[in-house]
C-alpha cells in the first residue's frame, strides 16, 4: 500500500495539528456496551481522517479511546491483552503513573486532578476544532447526540481553548500562534515520512521520521517494528495499525509568579552587568531570561551564542528556523542544556551521549486569555495534546526523565528541572546561564539562576488510542477475530 492511500484512514489530528482557531475537548463515560457502540456509530461520520489543509470552515472531529473505553466497550481480552504487553502505560493509565513517571506530585498529585480524568471513568475524548461560531454549532450537536442516546455521558467539565495572537509589541502575522508566558509556538513540525511533498519533506528533513514513531504497524526510527505482529492473522494486525497513542494534559501556568521570577532574575543580571534596571532596559532583558528558560526567543528566533542580555535579534519575517546545537551551539552558551527545547529534543553533545532523539507530535492549545492588568486573575494554561506511538518510551521519557533530571550534556552545575514545566521543589535548585560568546570579550563566570518554583500545576492527563477508521469500524460493527484462535494466547 502506498503511503498516501494508508493515511486516508488515520485520523487527521494524529497526523497534523489543526491551524484552525479553537478547541474543545470532552470527556465520555460509557455506562453501557450499548450505549458506547451507538456513540461510536453516531460519531463516525463526524470524524475526520487522512491529512487536508483545504476546507477552513468545517470542524474537525478526533476521538480517543482509553484502555477503560476499550473495556467497557468489550474489546476482546486478547486484544487488551495486547495493548497491556505492548503499551502497558497506556493500559494503566495515567493516574497510577502520574507520581512516578510525570512528575505530579503535591499540588499536581493525580488525587487533585479534574473530574474529566478520573480513572475509571473516563472511556473516551472527543475533540473539535474549527472557527469559534462553527464549533459552537457542533459542540451543540454533541451535546444532543450525548442527550439522546441512553448509556453515555459527558464525564467532568468540557475544555475550551483557543489559538492567542501575537501580544502587544509583535508583529500580528497570519497563523502565527503563541502560547502564556509570551511565547511563539507551533515552530518545530516533527513530520512523518510520506506525509509531506518532496520538495518540502527535502527542506524539512531534519524534523521527518519513520512513520513508526507516530503510527502502530510501521518501522520506527531505528528499524524495528514493535506492532508489526507477525504470527496475528491479518484482521488483528489491521486493528492495531496505524492507530496512534496520544496523552491529553491539561497544564494551569502560573503567570503572575512566572513574570515575578523574570524580574528577580532580571535585577540579578542588571546587577552584575552595571546596568539600570529602568524600564527601557527591564523588558529586553525579561526577554532574554525568557530566551534561556525555553531555548527560543519569545518570536521563536532561535538564542546563539552571540546574544547579549538586553539585545533581541531582528524579527524575521518567514518561519524561524530550528536551532542546530551541534554546529551553532555546541556548548550551550546560546541555548542552555537546561532550556526546554533542548530537554524536549536534544541534539548535538547530547546525542553523541546515546541520547537517542524521541519525538513528540504537538496538537495542544492554550486555554484563557493574555495575561495583563484585566486578566490576572483568570485560569489560563495549555491543553497539551501529544501524540506518539509509545507513550512510556516518547511522553513519559520526556517528562519523567529529560524534564525532570539534570540536563544532558551538561558540563558544569546546575539541577534545576525543566524551568518552564519542571516540578520545582528545591529552591537552592539552579539553572546556569553561560555567557555569551564574544571575540572582543572573555568569558566570564556564568550567570546562575535560582529559586525557582512551580510555574505549572497539572490539572489532568488522559491516555487515549486513536484507532484508524477500520478498527472504529470493527469495534461498531463488532467483527472481532474469534478469541479461540491459537494466537490470541501467545
Ligand atoms: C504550559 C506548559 C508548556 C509551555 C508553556 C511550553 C512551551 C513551549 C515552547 C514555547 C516551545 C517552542 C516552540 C516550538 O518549538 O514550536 C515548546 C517546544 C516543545 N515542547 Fe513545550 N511547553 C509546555 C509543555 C510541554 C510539555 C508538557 C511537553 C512534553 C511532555 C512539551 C514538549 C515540547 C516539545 C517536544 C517541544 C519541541 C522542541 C523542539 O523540537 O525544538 N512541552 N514548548
Redesign the pocket.
Known sequence: MSAASYLGDVQQLVLQASWRRAVHHRVLRFHSREGGIRCLGQLLGQLTFGPDRQACDKVDCALGLSFRGLEALEVPPAYLGLFRRLAPAFAAGAVPRAAARLGDTGPSAATRWEPAFAHRDAHALVTMHGKPEVLAQAVAALDRLIASTSGVESQGKSMAGMHLRAPPGHVDRQNEHW???G?R????RPCIEGLLSDDVAAARAHEIHEPGELLLGEARDLGDNPWALPSAPQEVRAFFRHGSFAAM?C?A?DERSFRRALARWADHIANDAGRPTDAAWREPLEDFIRAKL?G?WPD?QPVTPEHLPGERPPVSATRPPMPDFATQDPDGHGCPFGA??RR??PQGHEVALSVRPRP?F?RGMPYGPWYDAGTEDAPR??L?L?FCSDIEDQ?EH??GEWADRMPMGFTGAGDAKDP??GAHEDPRATLVVPRPKLASTPPGAPWTLHRFEPF?RTLGTLYAFYPSRPALETIINRTWRREEEPWLVR
Open positions: 502560547v502564556h508566558f511565547y509556538d507551533g515552530l518545530s494534559r497544564i501556568q525555553c527560543r521563536g526546554h527545547i524536549m529534543n513528540l504537538r494554561g495549555l497539551g501529544f511522553f520526556l517528562l518552564l514545566i505549572v
